[in-house]
């Protein structure tokens, strides 16, 4: 070991400026045996610097290299394993845990006192020595912890020498012996001679120090004498000391018992404050007041500030029963009473509340039934107070058609509404009663209330109609027919008595023969452009508006009123049993529109969800009531179905912007569904009637009339589309309108036989152009521009047919001359072609004077004033587009003759100016 240690300090620590002072073979516990040493080194430069350095030899070669370092101040723990036996195995604690087995229990006893003396040396007792022998763990000197760290290398190292047999020469030593070998000359060439020299040097040396021991014989026995003092001194010092110890003793004993009663007094008190504190809480929290449970038991629920009492103890109640009562408190038997007494306030609270509520629904009920005439008891009356008046006048003047307000009923019951959270908490069972009772009861007010209110709509949109043509009096009113048109508009659930049933099928009856008198699609669809057409049509949009204006916050009222009493925003709740719909009434009418499967789903989903259920079941005649007003309105004119597009798409988005998921916006959006359907059917029914249009074959045809009534349509919507949210959809229709027009426009045209073809297409697309122009819509831009292109090449086309070729004989004759010079034949040589020379352009010229052209003219004239209808007054522009092209035949002749015949001298018997004056004469005589 010594030799490696050598080795070791001289490859690896000295070039480090290190000095080794303790070494350890070991190798890692539980692993493959391989070999290392540790060692524990410090730094020959100040500060000391203390290190644990793993070193392991090489695999190439047999030197030793450095392998890993540590820090002597960052180990932590030193475990020896075990202090009593003897073993090899000790762990080192740094960051992590080392475990090492040293070659021998000796190597690691000596690498482990040398970290200890290190320790005590450098770290001042900052590693722990955890199952080491107490003889290895040895003081150092007192002379050696007396020198300052500050002083030189060879005074510090006193016991680090003693550490180890080498010792390297301090530089003091080193001069000395320098010195001595040169004083002896041979120092170096005869070593032995000098090493005799030393010794007998030192033998002098010894002998002077041996006399100077024994002449300083006195001062030793003197020393010695003190000693012996000193001795017996610290034999008297020690018994007092050992008195002072038996005294002590006693001392000890009676403050251990002190200690012992101090500490069971402390529990003690512990224990007190402990069962104070107990007490307290459970006092606290679980004592309800005398005045809250005579409000409980008691209390009055008809006062306000009975109710506010109430309110106040259901909740202190509240608090009592949910208060978290700490591990043993359900055992105590003050407790069990406590929570038994409030159980049964509980219930009787709740009975009373449940039972109240009951009570005040029923008389709100009966309240607002009480004395309130329906529709048919009004009628009856109005017949009879008004003998000889017509009746659905009678009915449409004396009816005020609005629905009653509930908010004094809700503002009653929103009293109640922090004692219905509480019942909700508390008794989920009476709160689903309560919420029961509440639906069925408001269920058949809101259906009474709401089919009368579309009873007196529907009188008064019947009524718009029969009192602008007050004709219908004299129509055949057969009971079956009656019968089967009411069914029709209503439904089975929404019957009407005789009377008003009579009324809405005098109404159906007086539109249908209105409508009956002209096949054309103008008539057919009730498209009529009269003053008494419009204000049919502007009181019907008044009446569909009113109805959806007042159905709105009836509606939002009853929703908003239904989340505030019920308590249902602000946590999940399961859905009560009566948000279970009825797939059907008794009288065989849908009951909602919700089917059972997805209500079923529906009861665990949101509050909200539950709001709008129980919407359902209160309101669930309003959808079966606006789609029979709807189908009523669409009957009496099927345009009114333009007006309730616009108005029920408004106020959709206004539901859906105020919450989307609301019962309104829902019921709405259906009802919108229907309305769009009908709008289709609208647009569908004018096509058709398009396409079954007939002419008759012996009057011209002029501008059909679905063309007008297309120009008339257009109009009437684009006055009711303004700004509207569905634009798209009356966007679509237009498209299809005018395609179906241009499609049967031709379709006409080519069945045609009293006007030309060329007629009918250039008016009736004139006509079209005009209007898109005038009206300016942009989704028919396209459709625009072919209209144009269609009604200017009709014209066009009809003037060249029309116009033909008035000089007849002269067109003959150019056209061969053309034919000629086409052949390779010069103009100028054409003149001496004998059916083409100037003797028979003279003669053919000759049969054309001025008075035979007009004569043709003033014939044409006629013959195109009896085709051209006086609506679209397009005569004089075909007249004058007549003028233009026969000009244009004149100058061609005139053309030819100048190229063909030149120097010749031959004209026209006729000008251009006598031409137009021909035109501007024959326009003005007629």
Not at 153 to 160: F, I, L, R, T, Y
Not at 747 to 766: G, I, L, W
Not at 856 to 869: A, F, I, T
Request: charged content about 30%; hydrophobic content about 35%.
């Amino acid at each position: 070991m010594t030799a490696i240690k050598h080795a070791l300090q001289r490859d690896i620590f000295t070039p480090n400026d290190e000095r080794l002072l303790g070494i350890v073979n070991v190798c890692k516990a539980g692993k493959k045996k391989k070999n290392c040493f540790l060692c524990a080194t410090v730094t020959t430069e100040r500060p000391v610097q203390v290190k644990v350095v793993k070193v392991k030899k090489s695999d190439k070669g047999d030197f030793y290299k450095r392998q890993q370092t540590w820090e002597l101040r960052d180990l932590m723990e030193v475990d020896a394993k075990d202090a009593s036996k003897e073993n090899p195995e000790f762990d080192l604690h740094f960051e992590k845990v080392y475990r090492w087995v040293a070659s021998s229990a000796a190597e690691k006893n000596s690498f482990i006192s040398c970290i200890w003396k290190l320790n005590q040396r450098y770290l001042r007792k900052k590693v722990e020595f955890v199952n080491v022998s107490s003889q290895l763990l040895e003081e150092l000197p007192k002379a050696e912890e007396s020198v300052p760290s500050g002083e030189s290398q060879s005074v510090a190292g006193g016991d680090e020498d003693a550490l180890d047999d080498y010792q390297e020469l301090s530089a003091r030593e080193e001069q000395d012996i320098e010195g001595m070998m040169e004083m002896c000359e041979y120092a170096v060439s005869n070593a032995e001679a000098f090493a005799e020299q030393l010794s007998r040097e030192l033998q002098v040396l010894d002998g002077a120090n041996i006399q100077s021991i024994m002449a300083s014989e006195k001062q030793v026995n003197i020393l010695m004498q003190l000693l012996d003092e000193a001795l017996g001194e610290v034999d008297t010092i020690e018994g007092k000391l050992s008195s002072y110890e038996e005294k002590l003793q006693s001392v000890k004993e009676q403050m251990d018992q002190i200690s012992q009663s101090n500490r069971l007094i402390q529990i003690s008190n512990t224990n007190n404050v402990k069962l104070l504190d107990e007490i307290q809480f459970l006092v606290n929290y679980m004592d309800l007041s005398k005045g809250h449970i005579r409000a409980l038991q008691e209390g009055d629920l008809t006062s306000p500030k009975g109710i506010e009492a109430c309110i106040n103890a259901s909740e202190a109640l509240s608090q009592c029963m949910n208060v978290a009562l700490r591990p043993g408190h359900d055992k105590l038997t003050a407790v069990t009473q406590q929570q038994l007494l409030f159980a049964e306030l509980r219930d009787t609270f709740a009975r009373r509340l449940t039972n109240h509520l009951n009570n005040v629904f029923v008389h709100q009920f009966n309240h607002f039934s009480h004395f309130k005439m329906t529709i048919p008891q009004f009628y009856r009356s109005s017949c009879l107070s008004l003998p000889g008046h017509d009746q659905s006048s009678t009915l449409s003047q004396h009816t005020e058609m609005s629905l009653p307000k509930h908010s004094p009923l809700h503002r009653d019951l929103l009293r109640y509404a922090k004692l219905m959270e509480w019942l909700k908490n508390t008794h989920r069972e009476k709160y689903e009663g309560l919420s029961r009772t509440y639906v069925d009861y408001m269920s058949r007010l809101y259906e009474r209330e709401i089919k009368d209110f579309f009873e007196v709509a529907k009188i008064k949109m019947a009524g718009t109609s029969k009192e602008a043509k007050g004709k219908f009096a004299t129509l055949p009113r057969k009971e079956s027919a009656l019968k089967q048109e009411t069914e029709s508009l209503h439904g089975s659930s929404g019957k009407l008595t005789g009377s008003t049933s009579s009324l809405n099928k005098l109404t159906v009856q007086g539109a249908n023969s209105r409508r009956s008198q002209s096949s054309s699609l103008l008539d057919m669809g009730n498209m009529s452009a009269s003053d008494l057409d419009v204000a049919d049509r502007t009181k019907f949009d008044k009446i569909f508006e009113q109805v959806l204006s007042e159905l709105e916050p009836l509606c939002l009222a009853e929703q908003d009123f239904i989340s505030k009493f019920f308590k249902l925003q602000q946590h999940p709740a399961v859905m009560p049993p009566l948000a279970q719909p009825e797939t059907e009434e008794a009288d065989g009418g849908t009951a909602s529109r919700i089917p059972p499967q997805a209500e079923h789903r529906q009861s665990l989903s949101s509050e909200k969800d539950l709001v709008r259920l129980m919407m359902n079941k209160i309101f669930q005649s309003i959808e079966t009531e606006l789609n029979s007003l709807i189908a009523l309105g669409d009957k009496i004119d099927s345009f009114n179905s333009l007006y309730m597009l616009v108005k029920m798409s408004h106020h959709v988005w206004t539901a859906e912007n105020v919450d989307p998921a609301s019962y309104l916006s829902t019921t709405l959006g259906n009802v919108l569904v229907t309305v769009k359907r009908n709008f289709d059917k609208c647009i569908s029914a004018q096509i058709r009637q398009m396409e079954e249009v007939k002419i008759s074959k012996k009057s011209k045809v002029g501008i059909l009339l679905f063309v007008t009534g297309f120009e008339e349509f257009a109009e009437l919507a684009e006055t009711i589309f303004r700004n509207a949210e569905r634009r798209g959809d009356l966007d679509k229709a237009y498209v299809k309108l005018i395609r179906a027009v241009f499609m049967n426009v031709e379709k006409v045209a080519n069945e045609s036989q009293k006007t030309p073809r060329d007629v009918v297409m250039m008016e009736n697309f004139h006509h079209i152009f005009s209007t898109l122009s005038r009206l300016k819509i942009s989704c028919l831009d396209a459709e625009r521009r072919e209209a144009k292109h269609k009604y200017t090449d009709h014209l066009q086309s009809y003037v060249i047919n029309s116009l033909g070729q008035p000089l007849e004989k002269l067109n003959h004759f150019f056209e061969g001359v053309e034919a000629r010079v086409a052949q390779g034949v010069r103009e100028e040589e054409v003149s001496y072609q004998l059916a083409f020379n100037k003797q028979e352009l003279r003669k053919v010229i000759k049969e054309y004077p001025g008075k035979e052209v007009k004569k043709g003219l003033d014939n044409l004239y006629k013959k195109v004033d009896k085709h051209l209808c006086d609506e679209e007054s397009l005569l004089q522009v075909v007249w004058h587009s007549m003028q233009d092209e026969f000009i244009r035949q004149y100058k061609h002749f005139e053309d030819l003759i100048g190229r063909c015949y030149p120097g010749s001298g031959i004209t026209m018997e006729f000008t251009i100016r006598d031409m137009l004056e021909y035109f501007s004469s024959i326009a003005q005589s007629h």
